[in-house]
């Protein structure tokens, strides 16, 4: 595996469902984040991630919760979403924060009923 | 508030007819502006990342520009392959974790 991968890539879960998405790189990064795309609208930053500590939160809410085991794999555990959540969920990563190009995965497109 | 504005928001051209994006930024400060390409249903592909007004990158038929309130993307005699969305985002040099995206300008090549 190279760059960086997410799984599942389509989700569809009720508003009462638990899921989580997952996201690894193999680049050697120690910054890692958390995106929503949504149609016609600019990517979102949800979480950021430096050496495993979480450093933004944009006003995310409760029901989307992040954690960061290592600087290779990131999650993003869902509940009790509401339809408005669905969208596309890109993680992406950069050699350390600040000003380093960030690399994206190719997404999990999530669908809530 | 760090602000991107990216026209058009469509544009339709004809193979070998070239033409710019444009993005609008309003940051209080630069750090960097980073352009990616998007196809359909896949994330984001960096192609480049300007630092400071006057500043220029090419990649293949791909050429950014950039000044102090904006930056273009020249597309010198496109092919079909080169459809995609194009993103333009920055970074402030207050707050350098956050990446502000455009909305991003779909591009098509006919034919």
């Known amino acids: 595996e190279t760059g960086v991968t997410q799984t599942p890539r389509h989700l569809v879960m009720g508003m009462t469902n638990k899921k989580s998405l997952k996201c690894e790189q193999h680049?050697?990064?120690?910054?890692m984040y958390w995106y929503k795309q949504s149609a016609k609208k600019p990517l979102e930053l949800m979480f950021v991630y430096s050496l495993e500590e979480r450093v933004e939160n944009n006003s995310v809410p409760s029901r989307f919760s992040p954690e960061c085991p290592n600087s290779s794999h990131l999650f993003l555990h869902l509940h009790t979403l509401q339809p408005e959540d669905s969208a596309l969920y890109l993680c992406?990563?950069?050699?350390?924060?600040?000003?380093?190009?960030?690399?994206f995965g190719p997404g999990t497109r999530l669908t809530v009923l | 508030e760090d602000q991107v504005t990216q026209s058009p928001e469509a544009l339709r051209l004809q193979e070998g007819e070239s033409s710019s994006l444009n993005c609008s930024y309003t940051v209080s400060g630069l750090r960097g502006l980073f352009w990616y390409r998007q196809d359909p249903g896949k994330g984001p592909e960096f192609l480049f990342t300007l630092y400071s007004a006057g500043e220029e990158k090419e990649k293949e038929r791909l050429k950014a520009t950039l000044t102090k309130k904006e930056s273009f993307l020249h597309i010198t005699a496109p092919k079909p392959e080169d459809s995609a969305t194009y993103l333009c985002a920055v970074q402030a040099m207050a707050n350098n974790n956050d990446m502000r995206f455009g909305a991003g300008t779909r591009l098509t090549v006919k034919p």
């Open positions: 992406a990563s950069s050699l350390s924060g600040g000003s380093d190009t960030q690399y």
């Open positions: 680049l050697g990064h120690n910054a």
